[in-house]
C-alpha cells in the first residue's frame, strides 16, 4: 500500500506528507552538519566546555531481521513493508550547568535515529527516534583507575503514538576512563519508572561494561551487558580508521535486544559503515 492510501487510514508520525518529508530532511541534514561542522564539537567529555557526550555518527546499515511485526500488531498489518536497510545516525552532546574546576552540574542529550531512507514505497519514513536527556554530576579527576565519574537522572523516550510509545527513567552512576588512548568503564542504574514498558529490565540489564583503545590507525570499542537470570543481552562493537582531524570511517556491528526503544524486546543483529565525529583529545 502506498503512503498516501495509508494516511487516510493512520494517523501516524511514522507516515509523513510530501511537505512533511522534505521539512523533516531538511532538519536532520541541518543536525547533522552542525554536529560534524560546528567547532563546539571537538571536545571529548569534559565538565568545562560543551563536548561531544556518547558516539556520534552516521552509517548506513543492514539488520537481519527488521522488526516488521510491532508495527503490523499496532497497526493491523496496515504497514507498508519495511527495509533491511536503514540509516543509523547518533548525535550526543553535554554542557556544565554550573560549577568550577573538577566538579559541576551537568545536562546532556543524546539522539539516535532509525530511517528507512531507502524505502521511497514507504516515503522514506523515520522508523524509531530515541531521545535521551540527562541531568548529573561530573566530576573529573584521578580517583583510582578512574578519571571521569557520573551520578544523575536519565530519561529516554521514543515519542510514539499510544500504540508504539516507549520511555523509562532511570537513576544512574557511571565509573570510567575517558579521553586517553585505553579507555573504560562500567555504568549501573536504577529503573524509577517503565510503566509503558514493564518487562524492560528483563531484555536490558541494569549496568553496562565498555572497554576501547585510541589508536593512531585503528581505534575501536566494546561495550554490552548480560541477564542472567533471563539468558538475555547485548553486545556492540565499533571500529574507525582516521580520514581526517575530526572524522573517522566507521564500522559497528550490533547484535542482542534492545538497540531501540521500539526494539528493547527484539533480538537483532545489524551492521553499519559510516562516519563518526572524534574529539581532538583522542587524537
Known amino acids: 500500500m502506498q503512503l498516501n492510501q495509508l494516511k487516510i487510514k493512520v494517523q501516524h508520525p511514522l507516515f509523513f506528507d510530501v511537505v512533511n518529508i522534505m521539512n523533516c530532511k531538511k532538519n536532520i541534514f ?54 533491511n536497510s536503514e540509516v543509523k545516525f547518533q548525535f550526543s552532546l553535554s554542557a556544565p550547568l ?48 578512574f578519571n571521569n565519574i557520573e551520578y544523575g537522572y536519565r530519561h529516554q523516550s521514543n515519542g510514539g503514538e499510544i500504540n508504539i510509545t516507549r520511555s523509562w527513567d532511570r537513576a544512574f552512576i557511571t565509573l570510567e576512563r575517558v579521553n586517553e588512548r585505553v579507555t573504560y568503564g562500567i555504568q549501573w542504574w536504577h529503573v524509577l519508572k517503565d510503566s509503558e514498558n514493564p518487562d524492560i529490565s528483563d531484555f536490558i540489564p541494569p549496568y553496562e561494561l565498555s572497554f576501547g583503545y585510541n589508536g593512531s590507525l585503528l581505534s575501536w570499542k566494546v561495550k554490552g551487558a548480560y541477564n542472567f537470570e533471563t539468558d538475555k543481552g547485548q553486545a556492540e562493537l565499533g571500529a574507525s580508521i582516521p580520514l581526517n582531524q575530526f572524522l573517522d570511517i ?32 583522542i587524537r
Open 30 to 83: 541541518f543536525t547533522l552538519f552542525l554536529a560534524f561542522a560546528s567547532p563546539l564539537a571537538v571536545h571529548g567529555k569534559t565538565n568545562s566546555a560543551i563536548g561531544i557526550y556518547e558516539d556520534t555518527y552516521v552509517m548506513q546499515t543492514a539488520t537481519n531481521q527488521i522488526n516488521q511485526a510491532v508495527y503490523d500488531e499496532a497497526y493491523d498489518n496496515k504497514v507498508d513493508g519495511l527495509n
Open 98 to 145: 554550573h560549577g568550577k574546576g573538577r566538579h559541576a552540574l551537568m545536562l546532556s542529550y543524546t539522539q539516535l535515529s532509525l530511517w528507512q531512507l531507502g524505502n521511497t514505497q514507504a516515503s522514506s519514513p523515520f522508523r524509531e527516534t530515541n531521545y535521551k536527556p540527562q541531568i548529573f554530576m561530573m566530576h573529573q579527576g584521578n580517583w583510582f583507575a
Open 250 to 281: 566507521y564500522a559497528q556491528v550490533f547484535t542482542g535486544y534492545g538497540e531501540s526503544l521500539i526494539d528493547y524486546n527484539y533480538d537483532q543483529t545489524r551492521l553499519g559503515i559510516g562516519l563518526k565525529l572524534i574529539p581532538a583529545a
